[in-house]
């Protein structure tokens, strides 16, 4: 079964940029892994945020993009808030979908 | 207003069976995928299946196959995912979410509120 994988936890500056990574164990994600990622607070449901690589949704803040880097889908958050202290996860469709370990981005 | 309203938390005993339900509002229910994914305390989402309510095109991922059923009564607009034998293990949240697959473009928006399901002897 395919495997994604994420980094297990980011730290971030208020202001600063980081990038999140989603890998496949299949190979290199390309645009036909349709690559979608998600936004999840505690307690709360997961928000989508970016869907086929690098499409936002009407409510995505301007400082998320998605896009690939290095074989992988990446999801870049500039100028972070605090408020986008969450867990992130990707979700790519490779013979059927399968989420990613998720990233739990610290704002500190 | 598009929603996914899912049915409310359930306490259940091991080899009990269980039926949780996401009904869907404000869009045309048939032409959109109902995804289902589990999250187990402190842990990240698993997905689990997804059916196409219009035809009933059902397709589970391998960790789940065959330890759940998906299903759709579209007269109603309602997506279920049922358990036949619980186990302590199936304790977990779980949450239903609309899909779209489309030749480009493929989404999921937006997410049910999420099911508690407990399994406790």
């Known amino acids: 079964q395919t495997v994604v994988t994420q980094e297990p936890s980011l730290t971030v500056s208020p202001g600063g940029t980081v990038t999140l990574t989603c890998a496949s164990s299949t190979g290199a994600v390309g645009i036909g892994y349709y690559a979608n990622w998600f936004q999840q607070k505690p307690g709360q449901a997961p928000r989508a945020l970016i869907y086929s690589t690098n499409n936002t949704h009407s409510w995505t803040p301007a400082r998320f993009s998605g896009s690939l880097l290095g074989g992988k889908a990446a999801l870049t958050l500039s100028d972070v808030q605090p408020e986008d202290e969450a867990d992130y996860y990707c979700?790519?469709?490779?013979?059927?979908?399968?989420f990613g370990g998720g990233t739990k981005l610290t704002v500190l | 207003e598009v929603q996914l309203v899912q049915s409310g938390p359930e306490v259940k005993e091991p080899g009990e069976s269980l039926r949780i339900s996401c009904k869907g509002s404000?869009?045309?229910?048939?032409?959109?995928?109902i995804g289902w994914a589990r999250q187990m305390p402190g842990r990240g989402l698993e997905w689990m299946g997804i059916i196409y309510p219009d035809d009933s095109d059902t397709r589970y991922s391998p960790s789940f196959q065959g330890q759940v059923t998906i299903s759709v009564d579209k007269s109603i607009s309602t997506a279920y995912l049922q358990w036949n034998t619980l186990k302590a293990s199936d304790s977990a949240m779980f949450y239903c979410?609309?899909?779209?697959?489309?030749?480009?473009?493929?989404?999921?928006?937006?997410w049910g509120q999420g099911t508690l399901v407990t399994v406790s002897s």
């Open positions: 979700l790519l469709d490779y013979a059927g979908w399968v």
């Open positions: 404000g869009y045309s229910f048939s032409r959109y995928w």
């Open positions: 979410v609309r899909g779209f697959s489309g030749y480009n473009s493929r989404w999921f928006d937006p």
